[in-house]
């Protein structure tokens, strides 16, 4: 009950409700209308307001109110939490409609096509994070089918409000209460689909079908419809057999998945090759995160030695998400390995475009550029990492790339004194940091970082 969409849905669910009920006895008696049955739901309702209050009551007493204020500020304020990840993903949306309105990306393509665009300042750009949809179903729907899909997923819940409607105005018994409840329910229900991704959650699917079937039911014997042609149900067995098919499917790649992200976690590569192979089928070729399979055999490949196979399952990789930084990471990766520099950076620049401060990839490229010779360009890269440099795999960049910056100044002329400076900052893991992060943070090149701090500790030693 803490999600804003869930509050959000129930309060505009009874607005909604108590606004239709109030609009259609307006001028008629409320015992009639069968809502003076509402005396029998007392108990209910207080059952419910009880709970509510309970739960309200324990997250009081356990400390929680700041999680009470965290909800409310993201609710007011669109640049606070979950509520601009929301904003962004929806601008990237509209995006990707605009180029194609009429017929969409496809199924399945938001979450590969929303990343061409820089993820830079999102959540996104931690490398870890990769949202599946857009968080809100009818910009979904409308990105990968089109106007056409969006304005067929809306009609079937104005068909539903239509037909309650109908049932609303012509039903007077005690079951007219049913439908009020019905009625706020589908509107609380498209309000969760407006904030959040119902669609894609199977027991949210089921609730929506439990509000439709009572609806459809009772709308049909109201209008007293002809029973439904026999050729119907002659094409529903097949349907219904194809439907289950991929889903056992489907159901058995994702627990192959799950075995190979187990054997993976143990470096049990073979293991993981095998698993990927069982995994992927027409129905299921990326993971939970929109990783592509491949990719993991991928990995496996590279972690046993077997560049060029390594390469092929990347390359499939890329095929099937072309947008993953990981995947474009891991290609120049292999390239690299095989000696093939240029092409390698190639691909960490396309890694780069999307994240420009993806890690593994700044590394790497950086690593490249050291091993050419190119310490200055190497530096760079690597002063485009956020952060205060804490992670130990960027520390032992920093710590090769100062000292060689240093061997390569060495020799060229400067004063006794600034070479004696330089090599002191060489043999210090401290002041190598501190040199290279006052260096970016300036910005200016290493060199002329050195060179500041040496004709400075000059002054000072003469002074």
């Not at 049955?37 to 309970?54: C, D, Q």
């Not at 899909?149 to 409000?161: G, N, R, V």
Request: hydrophobic share 45%; proline share 4%; net charge positive.
């Amino acid at each position: 009950m803490l999600v804003r969409a869930v509050w959000f849905a129930l309060i505009f669910g009874s607005l909604v409700t108590l606004t239709v009920y109030l609009f259609n006895n307006s001028g008629k008696n409320v015992e009639r209308s069968g809502l003076g049955s509402l005396k029998k739901y007392r108990f209910l309702l207080l059952l419910i307001m009880a709970a509510v209050g309970t739960a309200v009551f324990i997250y009081f007493k356990q400390g929680s109110l700041q999680v009470f204020e965290k909800q409310g500020a993201s609710v007011m304020d669109a640049s606070y939490g979950s509520a601009k990840d929301r904003k962004d993903l929806w601008t990237r949306s509209f995006t990707l409609i605009k180029e194609k309105p009429l017929m969409g990306w496809g199924v399945g393509s938001w979450k590969i096509q929303t990343l061409r665009n820089s993820v830079k300042g999102t959540q996104m750009q931690d490398a870890v994070t990769f949202f599946q949809n857009p968080h809100n179903d009818f910009i979904w729907v409308f990105t990968e089918g089109g106007i056409l899909a969006l304005a067929f997923y809306l009609l079937i819940f104005l068909t539903a409000f239509y037909y309650l409607f109908i049932i609303l105005k012509k039903e007077n018994g005690k079951e007219k209460l049913l439908y009020y409840f019905l009625f706020g329910g589908l509107a609380g229900y498209m309000v969760c689909a407006s904030l959040s991704f119902p669609r894609d959650r199977i027991e949210e699917n089921l609730l929506l079908v439990f509000i439709f079937l009572p609806i459809v039911v009772k709308y049909n014997s109201l209008q007293d419809r002809k029973p439904i042609s026999g050729a119907v149900f002659f094409l529903l067995p097949p349907i219904a057999m194809f439907i289950v098919y991929v889903g056992w499917q489907r159901l058995q790649s994702e627990k192959h998945t799950l075995d190979a992200f187990k054997a993976k976690s143990a470096q049990q590569w073979q293991t993981v090759i095998a698993d990927v192979n069982l995994a992927e089928s027409p129905w299921y070729k990326m993971d939970p995160i929109s990783t592509p399979l491949r990719w993991h055999s991928g990995l496996a490949y590279f972690n046993l030695g077997r560049k060029d196979e390594a390469y092929t399952e990347f390359m499939k990789a890329y095929r099937i998400n072309p947008y993953h930084v990981h995947v474009l990471n891991n290609i120049g990766t292999c390239l690299e390995s095989m000696g093939k520099h240029d092409e390698a950076i190639a691909w960490y620049r396309k890694a780069l475009v999307i994240n420009p401060v993806f890690e593994d990839a700044l590394l790497n490229l950086a690593a490249v550029h050291f091993n050419l010779g190119q310490v200055d360009t190497a530096a760079a890269d690597v002063a485009r990492i956020p952060g205060d440099f804490t992670d130990p795999k960027v520390r032992q960049f920093i710590l090769v790339i100062v000292p060689a910056k240093v061997k390569q100044m060495i020799g060229f002329g400067w004063p006794k004194e600034h070479e004696e400076y330089f090599e002191k900052v060489a043999a210090s893991p401290e002041r190598c940091l501190r040199t290279f992060t006052l260096a970016r943070d300036y910005p200016q090149s290493l060199r002329r970082q050195l060179e500041m701090e040496a004709r400075d500790s000059t002054k000072i030693i003469n002074h």
